[in-house]
């Protein structure tokens, strides 16, 4: 018998960070001043903004899996994020002000825009369960050219092609935080970067389908598919239907557990994916002083790796159902990657690492790394090492190939991948 210890206490729990400063809600001291009004989000406003070529770019600070001579400018301001066919970002001006979300198509062409309150820039994507992407953008009444904290704060779901309002809005308790949907309060603090009660999202309805104020511990979502502690036990279940997918208690203890039989087996989930969110958990195992790491299915719990707790494992994923996990292997003892390929029904493969290798993400179906200076470049089907070198890792990616890059000069362009360009020769 084993139990789950990750209990509801997640109000101090360091996996709740957000990745980066473009995922805060601001929170100022109250001055007296007025809040905006926070409307019901309507469609974006579509555009039919003409591409403008990006300039051009050191070949050296590009991979080779795109295609440098032929890039296209963006507005973003921070790094965007990719949809099937194109990009989503926020747009804002220096010295701060209005602040807009942005959709362009793989060729350059701005599609759509929508302003949102500046103090709250955490945006994401997810899917689902019919296969449709979504951006899901946030809002709030805070003011912070006043001071104002916000009193509300809602998400809302748009077509990243069209900016067309798919659901919405829906109340949440603060900025995005993942993996999935996942929302939270933060800390009215810079330097505190704990959070309050969270609550999960139904990708499909946007309803809410887990909240910590009664009692649930919200852990991971991706997707449809949603981990967490709720009644007493660690369950995965299925946010559009409800139907429990697995329990913590299904899963075997591993072979590779060490201590003494008497001794109480701990299940926690975590460490929590270094992306967005991704289709495999990692749990972590302990029995008296040994600790052993387990990978996971999100959808119906299949074991899928076993790591050692020689180093702490490092999952990413994308939103093509493709993952990699970084860690030391539990049975040979030797630095490894596992992965899934995205494709349905695809086997798990598993590749030798460099001890320091370190996945940072997943982009139009490359997995890149890092070692050191320099960056890496591997295949998701079988982990094999395509590249390195000391340039820039894409930021996001269309699933036809279309890499983001930030370029010199603070912004990013998208460039086509080698293979897109000979596709387009050949029509």
Same mark, same amino acid.
């Given at each position: 018998?084993?139990?789950?210890?990750?209990?509801?206490?997640?109000?101090?729990?360091?996996?709740?960070?957000?990745?980066?400063?473009?995922?805060?809600?601001?929170?100022?001291?109250?001055?007296?001043?007025?809040?905006?009004?926070?409307?019901?989000?309507?469609?974006?406003?579509?555009?039919?903004?003409?591409?403008?070529?990006?300039?051009?770019?050191?070949?050296?600070?590009?991979?080779?899996? %795109?295609?440098?001579? &032929?890039?296209?400018? +963006?507005?973003? #301001?921070? =790094?965007?994020?990719? !949809?099937?066919? *194109? @990009?989503?970002?926020?747009?804002?001006?220096?010295?701060?002000?209005?602040?807009?979300? %942005?959709?362009?198509? &793989?060729?350059?062409? +701005?599609?759509? #825009?929508? =302003?949102?309150?500046? !103090?709250?820039? *955490? @945006?994401?994507?997810?899917?689902?369960?019919?296969?449709?992407?979504?951006?899901?953008?946030?809002?709030?009444? &805070?003011?912070?050219?006043?001071?104002?904290?916000?009193?509300?704060?809602?998400?809302?779901?748009?077509?990243?092609?069209?900016?067309?309002?798919?659901?919405?809005?829906?109340?949440?308790?603060?900025?995005?935080?993942?993996?999935?949907?996942?929302?939270?309060?933060?800390?009215?603090?810079?330097?505190?970067?704990?959070?309050?009660?969270?609550?999960?999202?139904?990708?499909?309805?946007?309803?809410?389908?887990?909240?910590?104020?009664?009692?649930?511990?919200?852990?991971?979502?991706?997707?449809?598919?949603?981990?967490?502690?709720?009644?007493?036990?660690?369950?995965?279940?299925?946010?559009?239907?409800?139907?429990?997918?697995?329990?913590?208690?299904?899963?075997?203890?591993?072979?590779?557990?060490?201590?003494?039989?008497?001794?109480?087996?701990?299940?926690?989930?975590?460490?929590?994916?270094?992306?967005?969110?991704?289709?495999?958990?990692?749990?972590?195992?302990?029995?008296?002083?040994?600790?052993?790491?387990?990978?996971?299915?999100?959808?119906?719990?299949?074991?899928?790796?076993?790591?050692?707790?020689?180093?702490?494992?490092?999952?990413?994923?994308?939103?093509?159902?493709?993952?990699?996990?970084?860690?030391?292997?539990?049975?040979?003892?030797?630095?490894?990657?596992?992965?899934?390929?995205?494709?349905?029904?695809?086997?798990?493969?598993?590749?030798?690492?460099?001890?320091?290798?370190?996945?940072?993400?997943?982009?139009?179906?490359?997995?890149?790394?890092?070692?050191?200076?320099?960056?890496?470049?591997?295949?998701?089907?079988?982990?094999?090492?395509?590249?390195?070198?000391?340039?820039?890792?894409?930021?996001?990616?269309?699933?036809?190939?279309?890499?983001?890059?930030?370029?010199?000069?603070?912004?990013?362009?998208?460039?086509?991948?080698?293979?897109?360009?000979?596709?387009?020769?050949?029509?």
């Amino acid at each position: 018998m084993h139990t789950y210890h990750g209990g509801t206490k997640r109000r101090a729990t360091p996996d709740r960070r957000p990745f980066a400063a473009v995922l805060l809600c601001l929170v100022l001291v109250v001055a007296a001043c007025g809040r905006p009004e926070l409307a019901d989000p309507e469609d974006a406003l579509p555009l039919e903004g003409a591409p403008t070529p990006a300039e051009a770019v050191d070949p050296d600070l590009l991979p080779g899996t %795109v295609d440098g001579s &032929a890039g296209w400018a +963006t507005p973003y #301001s921070s =790094e965007p994020k990719g !949809s099937d066919s *194109g @990009f989503v970002g926020p747009v804002s001006p220096e010295g701060g002000g209005e602040l807009h979300f %942005v959709g362009m198509d &793989a060729d350059g062409r +701005t599609r759509w #825009s929508t =302003e949102r309150n500046p !103090s709250c820039t *955490g @945006f994401t994507l997810t899917r689902t369960q019919e296969g449709d992407d979504l951006v899901v953008l946030l809002d709030s009444d &805070a003011a912070p050219q006043c001071g104002l904290l916000a009193t509300r704060t809602t998400a809302a779901a748009f077509d990243p092609a069209t900016g067309r309002k798919v659901w919405g809005p829906t109340e949440v308790p603060g900025t995005w935080v993942g993996p999935g949907l996942v929302f939270a309060r933060m800390a009215h603090t810079v330097m505190n970067a704990e959070t309050g009660p969270a609550v999960a999202l139904s990708a499909d309805t946007g309803a809410v389908v887990a909240d910590e104020e009664e009692g649930d511990a919200v852990l991971h979502e991706y997707q449809g598919a949603l981990v967490l502690h709720r009644d007493g036990a660690l369950r995965a279940v299925d946010t559009l239907s409800g139907e429990e997918l697995w329990r913590g208690s299904d899963l075997a203890v591993p072979d590779s557990l060490g201590g003494e039989a008497e001794e109480e087996v701990s299940l926690a989930y975590g460490p929590r994916p270094a992306t967005d969110s991704g289709p495999l958990v990692v749990m972590t195992w302990t029995r008296g002083t040994s600790t052993v790491f387990t990978v996971h299915d999100l959808r119906d719990g299949r074991r899928l790796a076993e790591f050692s707790s020689q180093a702490r494992p490092v999952p990413v994923g994308d939103d093509h159902g493709r993952a990699v996990v970084a860690g030391i292997s539990a049975q040979s003892g030797r630095p490894v990657m596992v992965g899934v390929g995205g494709v349905s029904g695809a086997e798990v493969w598993t590749v030798g690492a460099d001890p320091d290798e370190r996945p940072l993400r997943i982009v139009s179906g490359y997995l890149y790394t890092a070692l050191g200076e320099e960056n890496r470049v591997r295949s998701t089907a079988d982990g094999a090492l395509l590249g390195s070198g000391g340039w820039e890792v894409p930021v996001a990616g269309t699933a036809g190939g279309v890499a983001a890059v930030a370029v010199p000069g603070g912004s990013y362009a998208v460039f086509p991948s080698p293979d897109t360009d000979r596709e387009r020769e050949n029509r």
